[in-house]
């Protein structure tokens, strides 16, 4: 419901990613304007695949963009398809076709982290983005903070919203630094053409190859015109934490070295791949200070393992949008009620998704047995209930303190 803002509230929002976009889309769906300060000279995302799944998809078809998404996602009809490293033996697998829509009231979906994108942005109202702003600096001051931009301007809004991702300025303004820890892994992604892509990775499904220190995951993204490929191997003396940091199709084959063959051959297919570190941070301790409150990786930079980095963005985004529509007035109690009800449950999935990595790459032996006759018996689709199943609508709608965790 539309609520008009009885004192005109300025929100700044630092990013234009995922999680920037969407605060933007889903104020303005609240009645609320903002502003979205982008350092690039153009919207565009970095990176290549990612997993829509039904506590997005719920969120999308909320801002009224999920039609316009669809013909450019891949609606999975397998998620989770474990397979055996050395010969693909299925271990697992959900098949998703009806289950997904049944349990949760929405498909899940593969998609260019562009395509997402480009949906978000066209629920942002025009004139909202302003590109090449950098952001330099934040201060909190009352009776507004001071944001301070590369060129030497200054605004001084009711309302700071950090969406500036895992490098964010905005975050040591209101939160205690804590330095990344060396996790010991990387990740290598990359797209294949589909016409250069083997035949079984075509299929509409999420597969995740698993091995001694090192697994593989890959699905359809773009229609169908692309595959998209990321993989975990160890990292070695390699550190450095960027999208735009490449490494040459031999190196990400060679980690690869003994597995089937089919997934040599889909790395071999791979066009310019990218490798970046995976650096470990705890939850933080606090996300708001003032009227400056932090969204998406900014605030909670989790390991990609359970796919819902950009996901809890759009919740998070949902969510805040609520609470300054609810309380305008008041926008620093609004920032605490958000992070009051955030907090939980992004840290849980920082968590488990933390702890994917060690299941994943068991080396062969009776631990790696255990895990796998575990797999055969396991329904993700149901265990996972507490992602899926989540709506920020609903969380708020709630007592206070009551299914935060959810």
């Known amino acids: ?148 931009f590369g060129d030497g301007q200054v605004i001084r809004p009711d309302v700071v919203i950090g969406a500036d991702g895992i490098h964010s300025v905005v975050r040591p303004v209101v939160a ?65 934490e960027s999208w735009s940091a490449t490494a040459t199709v031999d190196e990400f084959a060679d980690e690869f070295q003994g597995w089937d063959p089919r997934l040599i051959e889909l790395i071999r297919a791979a066009e310019s791949p990218g490798r970046w570190a995976l650096l470990d941070r705890a939850p933080l301790g606090r996300w708001s200070g003032g009227r400056v409150t932090l969204l998406g990786d900014a605030a909670h930079p989790m390991f990609p393992f359970f796919a819902q980095g950009a996901a809890q963005a759009v919740e998070d985004a949902a969510l805040l949008a609520l609470c300054l529509a609810d309380e305008q007035r008041e926008p620093g109690r609004a920032l605490t009620r958000y992070e009051s009800h955030r907090m939980a449950r992004t840290a849980r999935l920082q968590e488990v998704s933390h702890g994917r990595a060690h299941v994943n790459h068991l080396p062969d032996g009776p631990q790696q047995q255990a895990r796998d006759r575990t797999f055969a018996l396991a329904d993700p689709l149901v265990a996972n209930s507490w992602i899926y199943e989540y709506d920020p609508e609903v969380a708020l709608a709630a007592r206070d303190g009551d299914e935060v965790p959810r």
């Not at 929002?13 to 999680?19: A, K, T």
């Not at 039609?67 to 999975?76: E, G, I, K, N, T």
């Not at 091995?211 to 993204?221: K, T």
């Open 1 to 148: 419901m539309s609520r008009p803002a009885p004192d005109g509230l300025d929100i700044a929002i630092i990013g234009g990613g995922i999680g920037g976009l969407a605060a933007a889309a889903f104020l303005a769906r609240a009645g609320l304007s903002s502003t979205v300060y982008e350092q690039a000279s153009e919207i565009k995302e970095v990176g290549a695949g990612l997993v829509v799944a039904p506590n997005v998809a719920r969120l999308l078809r909320r801002l009224g963009v999920l039609d316009a998404f669809v013909p450019r996602a891949v609606q999975l009809d397998v998620g989770w398809e474990f397979r055996r490293w050395k010969d693909g033996t299925v271990l697992s697998a959900e098949a998703l076709a009806t289950s997904c829509k049944e349990l949760y009231g929405e498909h899940t979906y593969t998609a260019h982290r562009a395509d997402l994108l480009d949906a978000i942005m066209s629920a942002v109202p025009d004139g909202t983005v302003r590109l090449g702003m950098r952001c330099v600096d934040v201060a909190l001051s009352e009776p507004r903070p001071v944001v301070q």
């Open 176 to 240: 205690e630094a804590r330095p990344a820890q060396y996790s010991g892994l990387c990740a290598f992604r990359a797209l294949v053409p589909a016409d250069k892509a083997p035949s079984f990775a075509l299929r509409p499904a999420q597969t995740l190859w698993i091995g001694p220190g090192h697994h593989l995951v890959h699905y359809p993204v773009s229609a169908g015109e692309l595959v998209n490929v990321v993989a975990f191997a160890p990292a070695g003396n390699y550190t450095v």
